[in-house]
């Protein structure tokens, strides 16, 4: 029999490794190796011989054929349906991560009330609340009469006993996968093995029977979903539910999606009766916008299908220190280093000993290039001390020569800003053909250089602020 030996596990990548050591030297964090038991070794392969290991020949088919298309779930809840592609695909499994009391269970818990009124049969598995405290929550949020059943249990061999039925269930929520455990390992539950192999006996039952099963999972302090990252692999869909505690709304965002786009986010808002959705959050986040203050810029973005306006903030001021700060909250920092570079670079202004502080308002996180122009709208107007007109909207990308690129879909972002009363536009010229125009579109100022966006300004004739000298 050949020897084993045990081998020691990183709890936050995953990465094994043949001895311990204070470091991982995978993912690079400290004190997160743990031993693991070891695993039988099998003395000898399968071999080529076949039939002679218990195996079967597996049946091929081509790529055309008839596949029966089942409908989706809709819960009703829009903004839900809208991230998770148009409703629950059947088989289906969907990691949901968020911070610690962001709303994920209360999110969930109004989800699949929606679904069991809708007459489907839905169970609600909690490994962290007992059935008493869930139905508090439930009586809470006015949702105690929907005809949904709870269990409170972290046996994942329990759990497959009760589901793995035809017909037992179309929707499975799992409140949280690293309470769940498998009795034949020893480790405990939360750890790697314990959380990828539950995932995984999870997601086999969901595909076998049809189910929709939505696992919550907890993160780290960085925002990373906790446990191996091959647990993002193994669903079909993973979810974030982010926010700020000292916000009333949350953004629930699609990072993986097998059966639809991406890049969607659905809004919702937090009240006293639970989570609101909330079909404009244009107007949400432009709600407190105050006029007539320099180093602010709306922005018309795109989040996935959905166009969203939003306020960029910007502020300048003397550094105290040797270094300038750059502060940036909502928007990728290193892109506004590049910013700040291309406006000292080709358009000559004097930033390098400013501190430089940028806030997306409202707590909505951008990542697309086409806030470029928004960012930099914002800075031009904080240094020139002159607040851009009120009916104005921005977008566009900028390039390290301090061109200005087209970005994609802008007659959706051109509506939006109609929509929402913005009668200009300052955007990029469009490439190919022409841009859509009508009764219902801003009038749009074209530029091509990032200095005829510093004209706009400067030709005010209003000196730079104090701030900037």
């Excluded at 929709?212 to 993002?232: F, M, N, R, W, Y």
């Amino acid at each position: 029999m050949a020897k084993s030996s045990a081998s020691f596990t990183c709890q936050s990548c995953g990465a094994s490794h043949g001895r311990w050591a204070g470091r991982c030297e995978a993912c690079g964090d400290w004190n997160t190796l743990a031993e693991q038991a070891p695993a039988e070794v099998v003395p000898k392969g399968i071999g080529s011989r076949v039939g002679k290991r218990g195996g079967r020949r597996l049946e091929f088919v081509g790529l055309a054929g008839k596949t029966r298309e089942q409908p989706r779930r809709i819960s009703g809840i829009d903004e839900f349906d809208r991230v998770c592609g148009g409703g629950l695909v059947p088989g289906s499994a969907i990691l949901v991560g968020g911070d610690p009391g962001i709303g994920k269970s209360t999110l969930l818990l109004q989800a699949l009330a929606a679904l069991a009124k809708a007459g489907h049969r839905c169970v609600y598995i909690s490994g962290e609340e007992a059935i008493d405290q869930v139905r508090m929550r439930a009586a809470r949020l006015g949702l105690a009469d929907a005809p949904l059943s709870l269990a409170a249990a972290t046996s994942i061999r329990d759990i497959l006993a009760s589901l793995d039925t035809p017909d037992s269930a179309h929707v499975v929520v799992i409140d949280s996968i690293q309470t769940m455990f498998i009795d034949t390992m020893d480790s405990a539950p939360g750890t790697v093995s314990q959380v990828r192999g539950s995932a995984q006996e999870l997601t086999r039952m969901a595909k076998r029977q049809g189910i929709s099963v939505l696992l919550v999972g907890h993160v780290t302090k960085d925002g990373a979903i906790a446990g191996p990252k091959i647990l993002e692999h193994m669903v079909d869909t993973v979810l974030s539910f982010e926010g700020e505690r000292s916000h009333q709304f949350r953004i629930l965002r699609t990072n993986k999606n097998r059966f639809g786009p991406t890049d969607e986010i659905g809004v919702f808002e937090m009240t006293d009766a639970g989570l609101a959705e909330v079909s404009n959050p244009s107007e949400l986040f432009l709600a407190d916008r105050r006029h007539g203050i320099s180093g602010t810029a709306v922005f018309a973005g795109l989040e996935g299908t959905r166009p969203v306006l939003v306020e960029i903030q910007a502020l300048l001021s003397v550094s105290t220190f040797g270094t300038p700060r750059r502060a940036v909250i909502g928007w990728d920092s290193g892109r506004l280093s590049m910013i700040l570079a291309v406006l000292e670079a080709r358009c000559g202004l004097n930033l390098g000993g400013s501190d430089v502080y940028l806030n997306v308002a409202g707590g909505l996180r951008i990542a697309e290039p086409a806030a470029d122009l928004a960012v930099a709208a914002a800075l031009v107007s904080a240094h020139f001390d002159s607040a851009m007109a009120t009916d104005t909207a921005v977008f566009g990308e900028i390039g390290l020569g301090g061109e200005i690129r087209a970005v994609g879909q802008p007659e959706q972002r051109l509506r939006e800003a109609a929509k929402l009363g913005f009668g200009r536009v300052i955007a990029p010229t469009p490439r190919g053909r022409q841009r859509a125009k009508g009764k219902s579109m801003p009038d749009v100022d074209e530029i091509g250089h990032l200095t005829d966006l510093v004209q706009i300004f400067a030709s005010r004739g209003l000196a730079p602020s104090r701030a900037t000298g």
